[in-house]
């Protein structure tokens, strides 16, 4: 899986998730999380940690998990591109 296929996923996987409403569709790498998208709450990133670990199939340990990864779409599928190039 390439990077821009791991980026169409996180957006579908964070408007499934988020209940946005196909509103995912128009966002960017650099589109903020946290307070850009009102639904992307502390509550809302377990259920996106999990979403991601059942669809990329892999565990994300908790001392993996930083503000960084959580700043942009794009730092998110940065993060999890990573962890599926370490999990090949």
């Known amino acids: 899986m390439d990077d821009t296929e791991v980026f169409e996923e996180i957006r579908t996987l ?15 790498p650099d589109t903020a999380l946290f307070g850009s998208i009102p639904e ?19 565990v994300i340990d908790d001392d993996e998990i930083s503000a960084q990864a ?8 940065y993060f999890v591109s990573r962890k599926v190039a370490e999990e090949a």
């Open 14 to 28: 964070l408007d499934q998730v988020l209940q946005l409403g196909g509103r995912s569709i128009r966002f960017s």
């Open 40 to 58: 992307f709450d502390s509550m809302a990133v377990v259920s996106v940690l999990t979403a991601i670990e059942e669809s990329f199939g892999f």
């Open 70 to 77: 959580f700043e942009t779409v794009g730092s998110l599928a």
